[in-house]
């Protein structure tokens, strides 16, 4: 299976923004609908948002719809979060990941994280 990595992570203060990448960790000609998740602090995961294969359909989670864009090339691997107006309660491990099922958002696997603290 395909390894992830994340990265992009860092401090960002209320109201700042942050970009988040995920790419492939070997080169690969296949493409997949990819995924973010978090999880903070004593807190369960939650999908962030999500990307086709082609990158044309997107999902977010409401508490970020309007704030977040997640993007990718044509059938690229590499994705993006753009993550704009933060707040110290999106403070977390951002997770990528391969989604393997659009309609149940059921994912088969994610990279290792990366974190993002978000500073009052």
């Known amino acids: 299976q395909v390894q992830l990595e994340e990265s992009g992570g860092g401090l960002a203060q209320t109201g700042g923004s942050l970009t988040l990448t995920c790419a492939a960790t070997?080169?690969?000609?296949?493409?997949?609908?990819m995924g973010w998740s978090r999880q903070g602090p004593g807190k369960e995961r939650e999908l962030v948002a999500a990307?086709?294969?082609?990158?044309?359909?997107?999902r977010y989670a409401d508490s970020v719809e309007g704030r977040f864009t997640i993007s990718r090339e044509e059938a690229k691997n590499p994705v993006s979060l753009q993550m704009n107006d933060l707040t110290p309660d999106e403070s977390g491990v951002y997770y990528c990941?391969?989604?393997?099922?659009?309609?149940?958002?059921?994912?088969?696997?994610w990279g290792q994280g990366t974190q993002v603290t978000v500073t009052p």
């Open positions: 990307i086709t294969r082609s990158g044309a359909s997107t």
């Open positions: 070997e080169r690969t000609d296949a493409s997949y609908a």
């Open positions: 990941g391969i989604l393997e099922n659009w309609s149940t958002l059921a994912f088969g696997g």
